[in-house]
């Protein structure tokens, strides 16, 4: 979606999905199969196809969770298009020139850039058409749902009593009772184990597993047996300078900021002050740092007397750059211009690598350069052998002077540990010519210019556990969730008599005040179970389901809310309104839902 109409961001929320919205009956009842226009889904005559859930997602990863969710929000958006449609709205030429001009992407110093405008077309691959297309679409989307927003309206009382509601605090204290209180006494017979054993069979079966024998070759061990000298590593370094030896400017600045949408004059009366700064520092150097704790507007480095710390090139801004890498040591610019506003900037050090300080990682490089060549000799011996005797590693071990490793037990599906963690190498032992016949794997390249052979060194295939192994396990369970139910009973028991006035014997923890908008350590079910307890008569007495257990709450005091100040009102009036255009418009929505057809035929996988 493009979201450069930004006038209502309601919008687009409800277009892509942020709005809860429920469409009855967009279930699996709504699907059909494909025929051979491959188009996902289809709202009245409008079509959605693959590439439209592309473009939203706009190369980012996506399960099909999260494109379903796109595509049932570029169905809200065909239902709003479809409804715009039947009544007749249209967005006119004008309109739509008057919106594009007002990206400030397409524009050049506040006005709308041709050019600009062309090169985001050419990068994001569309025609003017398409793009003018789909900004019509959320024109009149907008369009559709501005009338919820600009319809919503919030009375004072309705503000009062939210406040009230948010803003009242409880004292409340607390008595756990866990599973853990009851588990002794939670008893579990032999029928119940059996039954639970039978019911979940599938759970204690244990999968297939092998043990394996590889050998890795890598181009780091070959490179190990690469001598490289200190004299070709110093010609390297010498040779790679600009790479390698990269300068480092120490840096300070006086920053004057330019406000937004500031006037040619009044830009002009920054930089003069700016010029004037320049000409202030140039006449007494040793007094930058105290001038820029003074006067620069730059809150990152203005406390520290204008310093930016060691920088390299590709650090900052370019016309800063350049300004910054052309002056000598202790030498104070002219005043630059950036997009942040007017600098003065002076250079405090220079700084390069040293050869000594680079000279190992030289030489690993040069030595990883060098062995290139050996290592795809070897690979390819490698792999000669093992498949030539694909019965042992042993030769191929011997040939190369690789050492045969062993695993320990792997679980097919589920990768191991180092080298073995390794997806591929899984896959390749459990391949049938490798489990069945008894044979090496091809070489499987495992990333980082490394390669491995696998071959089986023992196998058990997948076994039902027996019930006698498991049967200890499963009544532990069995009885922690007996306990669980037998703790939440006795909870809710305890709460009957405490409501009756009855006394039971519990051990209060201590008291913490809290509010629905400040819930502290309480769940939802507790923050709506304390708050519904009737504080008429205290203390008051609430309960919940918490964990594996349960929590009785007493409620020793009521905090009235204090009378709202503004800001709070203004706060509420827009959360509130902005609930209700939600509400308004998921209603509309589902109304549209229901008058116009919608046909899903594809899910929108991921190719």
């Known amino acids: 979606m493009f979201d450069f109409v930004q006038k209502n961001t309601l919008l687009i929320k409800v277009i892509l999905g942020a709005v809860a919205l429920t469409f009855v009956g967009f279930g699996v009842g709504s699907y059909t199969a494909s025929s051979d226009d491959p ?10 196809y693959k590439q439209d859930v592309d473009r939203v997602l706009n190369g980012q990863p996506a399960d099909s969770a999260v494109r379903q969710q796109v595509l049932e929000s570029l169905v809200r958006q065909k239902l709003l298009l479809a409804d715009a449609g039947a009544a007749g709205l249209v967005v006119s030429d004008e309109a739509l020139r008057r919106a594009i001009a007002a990206v400030p992407a397409f524009q050049d110093n506040g006005k709308f850039s041709p050019s600009r405008y062309e090169a985001f077309l050419k990068a994001q691959y569309l025609t003017p058409v398409a793009f003018e297309q789909r900004l019509r679409d959320e024109l009149l989307t907008e369009k559709q749902v501005s009338a919820f927003v600009d319809a919503s309206f919030v009375t004072p009382g309705e503000i009062e009593r939210m406040h009230r509601l948010l803003a009242e605090q409880r004292q409340v204290d607390a008595f756990t009772l866990t599973a853990a209180d009851f588990v002794a006494d939670a008893r579990v017979d032999d029928s119940a184990v059996k039954k639970y054993y039978d019911a979940n069979l599938a759970r204690f079966r244990l999968p297939e597993q092998v043990r394996l024998q590889y050998v890795l070759l890598s181009l780091d061990q070959v490179a190990q047996s690469v001598q490289v000298s200190d004299a070709d590593a110093e010609q390297y370094f010498n040779e790679h300078k600009a790479d390698l030896g990269k300068e480092e400017r120490q840096l300070s600045h006086i920053l004057l900021t330019v406000p937004s949408g500031a006037s040619a004059a009044d830009k002009a009366k920054v930089k003069a002050a700016a010029e004037a700064i320049d000409k202030e520092v140039k006449a007494d150097p040793a007094r930058f740092a105290e001038i820029a704790r003074q006067r620069s507007q730059d809150p990152g480095s203005a406390a520290n007397g204008g310093g930016l710390g060691w920088v390299p090139r590709g650090m900052m801004v370019k016309p800063f750059e350049q300004a910054a890498f052309a002056l000598k040591q202790g030498e104070i610019s002219n005043v630059v211009e950036s997009e942040f506003g007017y600098h003065v900037i002076k250079l405090d050090g220079v700084r390069s690598t040293e050869f000594a300080a680079v000279k190992q990682d030289i030489k690993q490089r040069m030595a990883r350069q060098k062995a290139g060549a050996t290592y795809r000799q070897q690979l390819e011996r490698l792999s000669d052998v093992t498949y030539q005797q694909a019965d042992s590693l042993k030769p191929a071990a011997d040939a190369l002077k690789l050492k045969i490793e062993e695993s320990g037990w792997l679980l097919r599906g589920k990768p191991g540990e180092g080298v073995l963690a390794n997806p591929k190498l899984i896959d390749a032992a459990f391949s049938d010519d490798v489990l069945n016949g008894k044979h090496n794997s091809e070489v499987v390249d495992i990333g980082n210019d490394s390669s491995a052979v696998v071959r089986i060194a023992e196998h058990k295939p997948a076994v039902q556990q027996p019930l006698a192994e498991v049967a200890p396990i499963i009544r532990q369970e069995l009885k922690l969730k007996a306990a669980e139910t037998m703790a939440v009973k006795k909870g809710k028991e305890m709460l009957t008599e405490l409501k009756a006035g009855k006394s039971v014997s519990a051990n209060w923890g201590p008291g913490q005040l809290v509010s ?7 769940s939802r079910d507790a923050v709506r179970a304390v708050f519904s307890a009737d504080a008429a008569r ?5 309960g919940a389901v918490q964990g594996n257990g349960y ?7 009521v905090i009235p809310a204090a009378p709202i100040n503004p800001t709070d009102r203004q706060y509420l009036a827009d959360l509130l309104g902005k609930m209700q255009a939600n509400a308004d418009a998921t209603s509309y929505l589902n109304s549209l839902r229901e008058h116009y057809k919608v046909m899903i035929r594809q899910m929108p996988n991921a190719e």
């Open 39 to 48: 188009y996902l889904a289809k709202v009245a005559d409008l079509k959605i």
């Open 551 to 557: 929590v009785l709450y007493r409620v020793e005091r």
């Open 538 to 542: 205290l203390p008051a007495y609430a």
């Open 516 to 522: 629905r908008r400040a819930p502290g350590a309480l």
